[in-house]
């Protein structure tokens, strides 16, 4: 005996599939956009880490701004940590 409901079900009144009992169901339409579509890696993961980089690339200004502070965070936290990852 096979599980669930079965291609009957898509007959019922009131389903979703059912196009006789209502008009037609517009598809769902889901669309994403995602700000920083572009990452760039730096480093090696042996030897001080890597760093990567989230960025939209179409925005030269707003790339290098990102990178300048990743580099400083980056500095700040071997700072912290007294170089134990250089």
């Known amino acids: 005996?096979?599980?669930?409901?079965?291609?009957a079900a898509a007959l019922l009144p009131g389903n979703r599939r059912d196009h006789r009992a209502g008009g037609d169901v517009m598809p769902e339409i889901v669309m994403t956009r995602t700000e920083y579509p572009d990452?760039?890696?730096?480093?090696?993961?042996?030897r001080a880490g890597v760093l990567k980089i989230y960025m939209n690339?179409?925005?030269?200004?707003?790339?290098?701004?990102?990178?300048?502070?990743?580099?400083?965070?980056?500095?700040?936290?071997?700072?912290?940590?007294?170089?134990?990852?250089?």
């Open 39 to 46: 990452s760039i890696s730096i480093g090696r993961e042996t």
């Open 1 to 7: 005996m096979p599980y669930g409901p079965g291609p």
């Open 57 to 86: 690339a179409s925005d030269l200004a707003e790339c290098q701004k990102r990178i300048d502070n990743m580099v400083s965070a980056r500095a700040y936290l071997l700072q912290k940590l007294g170089g134990a990852l250089d």
